[in-house]
Nanobody, 120 residues
Framework: QLQLVESGGGLVQSGGSLRLSCAVS????????IGWFRQVPGKAREGVSC????????NFADSVKGRFTISRDNAKNTVHLQMNGLKPEDTAVYYC?????????????WGQGTQVTVSS
């Protein structure tokens, strides 16, 4: 059974950092792109970042470019989202998802989400 579990969320002051982790089980991470998404109540879900199955391709939303980085450790079945220079507008529930690719691919398996709150 495919399972993704996010961790690392929390409360941080503006300008601070958090490192989110996405631990996957039930499948081989090597074959999947992993995306990070976020959602604020009442707003549409937003794609934040994505890393290809090989790790050779990464992309980021314009709103986080230069502040967030993404990495993966296939041996540990884990993907990380390092978030630096956090802003109050980064406050959201962050989800990771497994998908086919980072270019409009289908993301069919999702984690339960982790809350990130950035205070001003």
């Amino acid at each position: 059974q495919l399972q993704l579990v996010e961790s690392g969320g929390g409360l941080v002051q503006s300008g601070g950092s958090l490192r989110l982790s996405c631990a996957v089980s039930g499948f081989t991470l090597d074959y999947y792109a992993i995306g990070w998404f976020r959602q604020v109540p009442g707003k549409a879900r937003e794609g934040v970042s994505c890393i290809s199955s090989s790790g050779g391709i990464t992309n980021f939303a314009d709103s986080v470019k230069g502040r967030f980085t993404i990495s993966r450790d296939n041996a540990k079945n884990t993907v990380h989202l390092q978030m630096n220079g956090l802003k109050p507008e980064d406050t959201a529930v962050y989800y990771c998802a497994a998908g086919t690719n980072c270019r409009g691919g289908l993301f069919a398996s999702w984690g339960q989400g982790t809350q990130v709150t950035v205070s001003s």
